[in-house]
């Protein structure tokens, strides 16, 4: 289709330069021709405007058909993309909730952990107080049962000193 379109400007213009080249006398048949001319031609270009807008039309189709593919696509992407989030931690809220109560007993345990060391120290005082009291009671048990021991002894010796006097004196 092109090549007969391109051959023929060039039939044409050889038509033009052989009515130029002919006699005054032919000047009638000449806009006869020029106006057949000026029609072909501008039947030419008409039937090119329509065949580039046919394919403009086309093109325009063709991307608005690919737009949709595409948005189709886009849509299809973002609910891939959804799954894929709710896959990466399908547990999120959980999560986020045991972590919040996590914070909350932390924030509740510093004071609690303050009180008991305070009552550590207050009971490794009292022990070692206690144990303090413990030992001195153990040294003075200690030292009772010494004493009541020499006590024993010496009353036994006093005892055993009587009776000799007793039984001297009952000899006598």
């Not at 007993?105 to 305070?118: A, D, G, H, R, Y």
Request: charged share 40%.
């Amino acid at each position: 289709m092109k090549a007969a379109e391109t051959s023929q400007p060039t039939v044409q213009s050889r038509q033009l330069g052989t009515q130029l080249s002919g006699s005054m006398s032919f000047s009638s048949q000449m806009s006869k021709e020029d106006e057949e001319m000026s029609r072909n031609a501008l039947s030419a270009f008409r039937a090119k405007e329509e065949e580039i807008e046919k394919k403009k039309m086309e093109i325009r189709e063709r991307v608005q058909a690919q737009l949709g593919r595409v948005e189709e696509e886009t849509k299809r992407l973002a609910l891939i993309r959804e799954e894929l989030e709710g896959l990466a931690d399908p547990m999120r809220k959980e999560v986020a909730l045991v972590r919040k109560k996590v914070d909350s007993v932390n924030k509740e345990l510093k004071p609690l952990s303050l009180t008991v060391q305070k009552k550590e120290r207050e009971y490794k005082e009292a022990l070692e107080a206690f144990n303090e009291k413990n030992r001195e009671k153990v040294q003075l048990i200690t030292k009772l049962m010494e004493l009541v021991g020499e006590s024993e002894k010496m009353r036994m010796k006093k005892l055993e000193e009587l009776s000799k006097n007793v039984d001297s004196v009952h000899s006598l």
